[in-house]
């Protein structure tokens, strides 16, 4: 699994650095970025996902099709 942040979109809200935080931190612009390789289980960056409330963070499987 891939994850991006699109930082366009992010608004620097925290709640997937909270819900994921081996997985998301916020950048010296308070734009959440991705940690490689990410730490978090699966369910968990889901969870970060789906809680982001502008639908910033994407991920792609491994053959780089989304998830939704
Ligand atoms: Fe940015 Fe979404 Fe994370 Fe909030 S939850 S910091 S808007 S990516």
């Known amino acids: 699994m891939k994850i991006v942040v ?3 979109l992010c ?3 925290g709640v997937c650095v909270v ?4 997985t998301f931190k916020l950048d010296n612009e308070g734009k959440a970025e991705v940690i490689e390789p990410v ?4 369910a968990t960056i889901q969870d970060a996902i ?3 409330p ?3 963070i994407k991920s792609t499987n491994s053959n780089g ?3 939704l």
Do not use: F, R
């Open 19 to 22: 819900i994921a935080p081996k």
């Open 54 to 56: 502008v639908a910033a």
């Open 39 to 42: 730490g978090d289980n699966e």
């Open 6 to 8: 699109d930082k366009n």
């Open 65 to 67: 099709e989304e998830k």
């Open 11 to 13: 608004i620097g809200c």
């Open 50 to 52: 789906d809680s982001c």
